[in-house]
C-alpha cells in the first residue's frame, strides 16, 4: 500500500508556472504507475498526465508543450511542472498510483490510491 500527499499547488497568473509534488510514503513508488488528475466542481476528474515506472509519459492534449511529468523513485516522490499556466487550469488536482500493469493512463478507475489534492487558481 501507499500513501500520497500532495503539495505546491497555489494562486498564479496567466503564462506563470507551478511545481506540484507527490510524496510517496509506504511500498515505494518505483512500483506504481503515476498519474496526475484534475477536476472541477460538477466535472468529471479528467487526467493530466501519467508516467510509467520506466519513465514513458502521456499528455492530456490540453497540456502537451505546457506541463511535465517526472518522478524521482529515490526520493518517493512524482513531479508536475506546469507552465504557461492558463485560466481553464484551475482546479483540483490530485496524483494517483496504479500497482497493476495495463488500462488506459487517463481513467479515474485505473488507479488504486488518491492523494488528498492541492488546489490550483489560475487568474487572467
Known amino acids: 500500500q501507499v500513501q500520497l500527499v500532495e503539495s505546491g499547488g497555489g494562486s498564479v497568473q496567466a503564462g506563470g508556472s507551478l511545481r506540484l509534488s507527490c510524496a510517496a510514503s509506504g511500498y515505494g513508488l518505483s512500483n506504481y504507475y503515476m498519474g496526475w488528475f484534475r477536476q472541477t466542481p460538477g466535472k468529471e476528474r479528467e487526467g493530466v498526465a501519467a508516467i510509467d515506472r520506466g519513465g514513458s509519459t502521456s499528455y492530456a492534449d490540453s497540456v502537451k508543450g505546457r506541463f511535465s511529468v517526472s518522478r524521482d523513485n529515490t526520493k518517493n516522490t512524482l513531479y508536475l511542472q506546469m507552465n504557461s499556466l492558463k485560466p481553464e487550469d484551475t482546479a483540483m488536482y490530485y496524483c494517483?498510483?496504479?500497482?497493476?500493469?495495463?488500462?488506459?493512463?487517463?481513467?479515474?478507475?485505473?488507479?488504486?490510491?488518491w492523494g488528498q489534492g492541492t488546489q490550483v487558481t489560475v487568474s487572467s
Open positions: 494517483a498510483a496504479d500497482w497493476k500493469y495495463g488500462g488506459l493512463w487517463y481513467l479515474v478507475p485505473k488507479y488504486d490510491y
